[in-house]
C-alpha cells in the first residue's frame, strides 16, 4: 500500500491562514509539519512571549532562538542566580534579535541590566515601569563607558516606559534619554515630576536636579527630540495648566497621542490652549481629569480635525453638550464615555442623525451612564462599522434595547451588558414577551371578600406590587419551538462576538443560556452573579464556546462539581477562571482543574467552604503557568474571626 505524499508546508500555511490564531495554535500541536507551517512568516508577525524567571524558562529561551525577531514580557527579575541566568541566556541566544522587552514585577540590580543592554542591538520598545531599584541609588549609567555602550545598542530605540518611577531624576532622566535618540514615545505616568517648584530647595525648578524630575528637563528633551517624539504619556501626575500650556508650545513637537489620565489640576483654558497649538493629535486621554467640563468638548470638536480617539471617562462634570459635535469628526473610531453620569445619549443621538456626520465609530464606551435610555435610537444610528460597546450598569436597557443592537449592529466583537438587570431571556432571544391578560389570583377567587380591623386588604384590590418582585414570564416548550424558527434574530446573530459580560443580569435563566450561547470565536465571558443558571449552563457553554480564555461564574451558587466534571474536558484553553462564592463545589472540582486546565494562569475561588487549603497548595504544585490564586476564607473559615 503506497503512503501519501505529504503536503508541501506552503500548502498548510495557506489551509492554516483560515483558523483563528487560537485555532491555529491548538493545530500547531498536532505534527511536527503542521508545527513547522504554523511558524509562517504571516502569523509570526509582533509575537510576544510573556514568562516569569524560572528554571523552565531556560529551555523555551534556547527555543526561542530559531526566530528572526520577538518580544519579551519576563516577570519576577531578581537578583537570584536563577534570575541571572536566565538573563545570560537572553543575552547569549537571543540578544539582536529581541525588539521589545519589558520586566513587570522585577527588582534587578542596575548591573543586571547593564550587562544586558548592550547586546540587545535590535531594540525598538523598553519598558522598565516600576523598576525603582535601578534608580534609588542615582547612579544608573553614570560611567561614561557604560552609557557608549547603551548608546550603541539603545540607538534604534522608539518606546521608552519609565512610568511609576519614584526615584527617577533629571541626572538619571538625562543619561537615560541621552541614549536613546530616535524617541518617539515616552511614558512618564504616575512619575513625581516637580512642574513649578522644588519642594526640597523652596524654590522654582531648576536644571540637573539630582533628587527629582522637573517640567524644565523635560521641556528641554522635548525640544531636542522634537522631530521624533510624537506620543507622550503623563497620566497621573501633578501637570499644571501653565506647564501644558510650555509643553504644547515647544517648537517643532507634534504629538499625535497625549495621554492626561488622571490629572486633576487641568481646566477648560488649559485644554483650549493644548487644542489651539496641538491640531495634529489623533489620540487624546482625559479620563479622571475632574475638573474639565463640556467647553473641552467644544473645543476638540472644533479644532482637533484629525483626532482618532478621545477618552472623557470619569470626567464627573461632562454633559451632552458638544458630543453632537464630535460626530463630525471624520477620523473619530474610538469614544469613552465611561461614568460620565449627566450623558443621556441624547446628543450622541442627533449628532449621528446629522447630514454632516462622518464618524464611523468602531468602539463606543458608555458604561455607568445611568441617563442612558434610548439604546434603539443609538443602535440603528451606529454603523456596522461598530466592533466594541460598552453599557455596563446602563440600568434604563431593556430587552428592545437588546433587539435594537441585535438587529443594527451585526459587526460587534465585544458586547459588556453587566448590572443591566431589566435584560430578560426574551431579549438574548430576539423574541417579544407575551402578555397575557390579566387573570384574577387564585385566593381572591377562594376567599372572596375580607375585612380586617386595619382594612389594610378590604378584598376589592390586591396589594401593588413592588418593583423588585415582578418577576418575567417563564419561558415554554412553546416558545422554544418559536424561537428555533427564528433563532437569526438572537444574539446569536453577532457570529464574530469575542467577548461577552452578562454579569448581574439577574432575570437570566438557563433557557436563553443554553440556547443563545452558541459563539465558536467567544474567548471571554462572564456570567457571575446570575443565581437561576445552573450546571446545564456551563455543560452548553463548554461545548459551543471552545476558544474561552476567561470564564466568570462567580457567586452563581447552582453550579457544583457535576458540572464543572462535564464541562471542563471541553475548556483546555482556559486561562482565567472565576469561581469565587461557589459553594456547591469541592476539592473534587480542583482535581479536574489540574487535569484539564493545564494553561490556567489565574483563578479567583474566595469563600468557597468546602475547598482546603491542602488542595489549594497541590493545585499550585501542579499547574506550570498558574501565576495568581485567590483563596480567601475558603474551607469554611470564620470571617470575622479571621479580620
Known amino acids: 500500500m503506497m503512503e501519501t505524499p505529504a503536503l508541501p508546508l506552503e500548502v498548510i500555511s495557506h489551509i492554516l491562514s483560515f483558523l483563528h490564531s487560537s485555532d491555529r495554535k491548538e493545530a500547531s500541536l498536532v505534527c511536527r509539519s503542521w508545527y513547522e507551517a504554523s511558524q509562517d512568516h504571516q502569523f509570526q508577525r509582533n509575537v510576544t512571549f510573556h514568562f516569569p524567571a524560572c528554571t523552565s524558562s531556560l529551555g523555551f529561551i534556547r ?11 519576563i516577570s519576577h527579575v531578581d537578583n537570584s542566580s536563577l534570575s541571572r541566568q536566565v538573563l545570560e541566556e537572553l543575552r547569549v541566544h537571543l540578544g539582536p ?61 522608539e518606546e521608552l ?28 505616568a504616575g512619575c513625581h515630576i516637580a512642574f513649578e517648584f522644588d519642594p526640597y530647595r523652596g524654590c522654582p525648578v531648576g536644571l540637573g536636579s539630582s533628587a527629582m524630575l522637573s517640567l524644565r528637563n523635560l521641556l528641554r528633551l522635548l525640544r531636542d527630540q522634537s522631530s521624533t517624539v510624537c506620543c507622550l504619556d503623563l497620566s497621573r501626575t501633578s501637570i499644571t495648566p501653565e506647564s501644558l500650556r510650555l509643553l504644547a508650545q515647544v517648537s517643532d513637537l507634534h504629538l499625535k497621542e497625549l495621554s492626561l489620565q488622571g ?43 484629525q483626532l482618532e480617539s478621545l477618552s472623557l471617562a470619569r470626567d464627573w462634570r461632562m454633559t451632552d453638550k458638544g458630543l453632537a459635535d464630535l460626530m463630525a469628526l471624520p477620523n473619530l473610531t474610538s469614544l469613552d464615555l465611561a461614568e460620565c453620569l449627566h450623558v443621556s445619549g441624547v446628543e450622541l443621538v442627533k449628532g449621528l442623525s446629522a447630514p454632516q456626520c462622518r464618524a464611523q ?17 443609538l443602535a440603528q444610528l451606529l454603523t456596522t462599522s461598530l466592533r466594541e460597546l460598552d453599557l455596563s450598569s446602563c440600568v434604563h436597557l431593556t430587552d428592545p434595547s437588546v433587539r435594537a443592537i441585535i438587529s443594527h449592529l451585526p459587526g460587534l466583537v465585544k458586547l459588556r451588558l453587566g448590572f443591566c438587570k431589566e435584560i430578560t431571556d426574551w431579549g438574548l432571544m430576539g423574541m417579544k414577551e407575551p402578555t397575557d391578560s390579566y387573570k384574577p389570583s387564585k385566593d381572591m377567587e377562594d376567599k372572596g371578600l375580607s375585612f380586617t380591623r386595619t382594612f389594610g386588604n378590604m378584598g376589592f384590590f ?44 439577574s432575570k437570566l435563566t438557563d433557557c436563553s443560556i443554553t440556547e443563545v450561547l452558541r459563539f465558536p470565536e467567544l474567548q471571554r465571558l462572564s456570567l457571575s452573579m446570575l443565581p437561576e443558571i445552573s450546571d446545564e449552563s456551563l455543560v452548553s457553554v463548554s461545548l459551543h464556546c471552545r476558544c474561552l480564555t476567561s470564564l466568570a461564574l462567580s457567586r ?26 461557589c459553594n456547591a463545589i469541592t476539592d473534587r472540582s480542583l482535581n479536574l482543574i489540574v487535569q484539564h486546565c493545564r494553561r490556567l494562569r489565574t483563578l479567583d475561588i474566595s469563600m468557597c467552604k468546602d475547598i482546603t487549603v491542602t488542595k489549594v497548595d497541590f493545585l499550585q504544585s501542579h ?6 490564586v485567590h483563596y480567601r476564607f475558603v474551607g469554611g473559615a470564620d470571617l470575622i474571626l479571621t479580620l
Open 63 to 73: 527555543g526561542l532562538a530559531q526566530r528572526s525577531q520577538c518580544s519579551l514580557i
Open 97 to 157: 534579535q529581541i525588539m521589545g522587552l519589558a520586566l513587570p514585577g522585577s527588582s534587578m540590580s542596575e548591573s543586571s541590566l547593564l550587562n544586558l543592554l548592550p547586546c540587545l542591538s535590535g531594540l525598538r520598545k523598553l519598558d522598565l515601569n516600576g523598576l525603582d531599584s535601578l534608580f534609588m541609588s542615582g547612579a544608573f549609567l553614570s560611567r561614561e563607558e557604560q552609557r557608549q555602550k547603551v548608546r550603541i545598542a539603545l540607538r534604534n530605540l
Open 161 to 188: 516606559d519609565l512610568s511609576d518611577l519614584r526615584y527617577l531624576s533629571d541626572l538619571t532622566f538625562n543619561r537615560l534619554t541621552g541614549c536613546t535618540p530616535r524617541l518617539r514615545r515616552l511614558a512618564l
Open 263 to 305: 490629572c486633576k489640576e487641568l481646566t477648560d483654558y488649559s485644554i483650549e490652549l493644548l487644542c489651539r497649538h496641538q491640531r495634529s493629535l489623533r489620540k487624546l486621554d482625559l479620563s479622571a481629569c475632574t475638573e474639565l467640563t463640556s467647553r473641552s468638548v467644544l473645543t476638540i470638536a472644533a479644532n482637533l480635525k
Open 361 to 377: 465609530l468602531e468602539n463606543l464606551n458608555l458604561r455607568n451612564c445611568t441617563y442612558i435610555r434610548d439604546v434603539s435610537s
Open 462 to 505: 390586591q396589594p401593588p406590587s413592588m418593583p423588585f418582585e415582578d418577576k418575567p414570564r417563564l419561558v415554554t416548550d412553546e416558545d422554544l419551538g418559536a424561537f428555533r424558527e427564528q433563532e437569526a434574530a438572537s444574539l446569536r446573530a453577532l457570529k464574530g462576538l469575542q467577548e461577552l459580560d452578562l454579569t448581574a443580569c
Open 556 to 581: 452563581c451558587n447552582r453550579i457544583t462539581d457535576e458540572g464543572l466534571v462535564r464541562a471542563l474536558p471541553h475548556l483546555h484553553r482556559l486561562q482565567h477562571l472565576q469561581l469565587a462564592y
Open 623 to 628: 499547574l506550570p503557568f498558574l501565576e495568581e
